[in-house]
């Protein structure tokens, strides 16, 4: 699903870093404007006109989209039409097409489903409906069009682009418009949007409503645990995914289910009495419930379909165990859109828009697309080829093709659920790139900051890959201190049953550093427990503790062992990775809280809610939460602001309650973002500077932010960190083990953090770090996220001087890189 050539390689200390590439390998008929960092000045494409329009099936973030294609089409300048009812509405013409204004996109980031309707259209598909399509839009000049939809809406629109000049004729021919029309008209620019909660499209790593559904999905079996763990019941449940598997797939990683069903990786031989087996030796071990995940498109070696019934079947009649079926159906499309589908869909909105303004008559139809943190337009025809590639394999039951062909992420979900997915550990050492692990060796894990949801899926995942891998797993309680207390205990397959859906930590974590405890205390504990590797996962006190053992290598040689961090906080702050464990699920909390503050008003007098993020130093939740939430302004330590600024915004807000009929306001601020003007200053100078208009309420979120169940993607996410960390440390243990056996690297290179750096698990030594951080405020020099507050203050109406371009032009869609890892980064 990638077009870069970024296969990693690894340095002289064995850590594995992608390959320094050119991200802008250009499309040269799309133009330079697409290229990051060029700037945008407001009203530079005036006068012309863009028509949006949703069609197939709905998902969560729709709405979001089509919002952002209004708002920067109105910052360029332009007019911009709702195009109601797909492509019937664009058939039927009249009232099905109507202008756009401000107001009418407002209120409606929450919502989920499409808000401008979407319907089937057998007209379409002939010529003739096409040309009555397209005498609608000439009426209109609508020249311009943001297509969201799956790939069959997306190879109609490019079908209709390509038939454009030859319908003008024929309708300039039967006198429907005149020559001149044709001229002012004669050509069409298609940019798609993807929106489908399969995740089926290739040249993106997610579609819009994905991460929704599995919202949904997560939420469902949570529920349906409770209930089958009081009368030990198995429950099979079918999800969507009638080509595409992913939902079934990182759904059942991400709530530990026992088996799944997905079409691109049918069961093996004898797979019912291998069913068997597995759910009767977890029953003899304690185990009270079983889940079963069913994609509804499922099949079997022999392309027969596997239903959520024949798996209840095989439950009752051969183990008589207590099994029901769920089909969860629709309620995978709807409800509110997460915080990544809203975010995602403005920022794929804004691009679309950006892509038409850069289009010339010889630029083929593009798709905007996420890749890691960064949007990029790729040729729409090649990802719809490659999508349909997929299916044909699978036709033809070339199932490993077909699996490669989803990408290198679907390859890691599915290798790492095979992996989590077994029974027990192997009772001996096991084979490891033809290298024998002795089970003697002792691997480690800790937990050190604030608790943050998805510490305990990676301690789970860690101990039990460990395990698979012959290793001695040691869990240390309540960080450093827990350590120094000799509370270090041996962890087993089925004590970590469950953790992956919970939040806090089971291990116990303390906001300290290494220097506070002592270090040479704790070297003396790591000889005493003969610790062979250590995994922290943590936040920035654990980054910082990772640096300070580093440093004291030389005088302690029990520190000279594999260690490696895996970034979990919910600030977000820490170097070498884009995306910390944590912070997804803090993100959707504060925007589920923002929803419940803006409603709490409905009805009332005219309102502006102040509310406080945490985050430290780092403005990543305030910036993101304001996009998520559509916000008013986002203040934060790293861009300043005066009294000036915020009496700005004042005016701003006043002018939109007064002038564009809106009703609330939101404002959000970072705890640190500036010792005078506090969170209680601002809402106070918002009352009284904007009395009579609107009255003000303050709301310091605290510590709901750390709160909840982890998120799918908080789940899936410190499941597969935690997957590669092991990998890691085993290569290390075994690349360091000298004559004696012990484990000795010498190295300071080998105490590392793992982070996602673009779309890559990237290993990054915490010294090179440390030269990117300022330790004074506890945040990177660097922070890619920064580009996106122009965004947020454009779609909220703000007077900007211009706005950075995001998205980076694809040339084509290359075969995946080894290490690619992009799902889902914000």
Partial sequence: MDAMDTSPSPNKSGVVRPRRTSFTRKMSVLGEPGKEGQQVPPGIWAGNSIGVFTSGGDSQGMNAAVRAVVRMGFYL?????????GYQGMVDGGDNIVEATWSSVSGI???????????????????????????????RSITNLVVIGGDGSLTGANCFRQEWPELLSELVESGKITAQQKEENKHLNIVGLVGSIDNDFCGTDMTIGTDSALHRIIEAVDAIATTALSHQRAFVLEVMGRHCGYLALVGALATEADWVFIPEWPPEGDWRDTLCKKLTAERSLGQRLNIILVAEGAIDEQGKAITADDVRKILCDELKIDTRVTVLGHVQRGGSPSAYDRILGSRMGAEAVLALMDATPGTPACVISIEGNSTVR?????????????????????????????????????NTYRLLSKLR?????????????????????????????GMNAAVRSFVRISLTKGFRVLGIHDSFDGLIRNEVYPMTWTEVQGWAGKGGSFLGTKKQWAHDVGVG????????????????????????????????????????????????????NIPGSDFSLGADTALNEITDICDRIKQSATGTKRRVFVAETMGGYCGYL??????????????????????????QDVEHLKDKIQNAGVQRGLVLRNEMANENYTTDFINRLFSEEGSPVFTTRMNVLGHMQQGGYPSPFDRNYGTKMAAKGVEWLSEMVEKYTDEKGNVRTGNADTVVLLGMLRRHLTFTPVTELAEETDFDKRIPKEQWWLKLRPLLRILAKHSVVSYEVEAEIKANIDDDDDDEEGEHIL
């Fill in 521 to 572: 205390k704790i070297a003396l504990k790591f000889a005493e427990f003969k610790l062979d590797g250590l995994m922290i996962v943590g936040g920035f006190e654990a980054f910082h503790s990772a640096y300070q053992l580093a440093e004291a290598r030389e005088s302690f040689p029990s520190l000279c062992i594999p260690i490696v961090v895996i970034p979990c906080t919910i600030s977000n």
């Fill in 109 to 139: 980031l929450q919502m989920g489903g499409t808000v401008i309707g979407s319907a089937r259209c057998k007209e379409f598909r002939d010529r003739s409906g096409r040309r009555i399509a397209a005498f609608n839009l000439v009426e």
């Fill in 378 to 414: 790729v040729p729409l025809m090649e990802c719809v080829e490659r999508t349909k590639e997929v299916q044909a394999n699978m036709d033809k039951k070339n199932f490993d093709e077909a699996v490669r062909l989803r990408g290198k992420s679907f390859q890691n979900n599915l």
């Fill in 77 to 85: 300048g332009c007019k911009v039409y709702f195009i109601k009812e």
């Fill in 425 to 453: 550990p192997p009772s001996s050492h096991i084979k490891l790139d033809s290298h024998a692990v002795q089970a003697h060796r002792n691997l480690a894990i800790m937990n050190i900051g604030a608790p943050a949801c």
């Fill in 622 to 647: 305030a910036t993101l939460a304001g996009l998520a939430s559509g916000a008013d302004a986002a203040y934060i330590y790293e861009e300043r602001f005066n009294v000036m600024d915020l009496k």
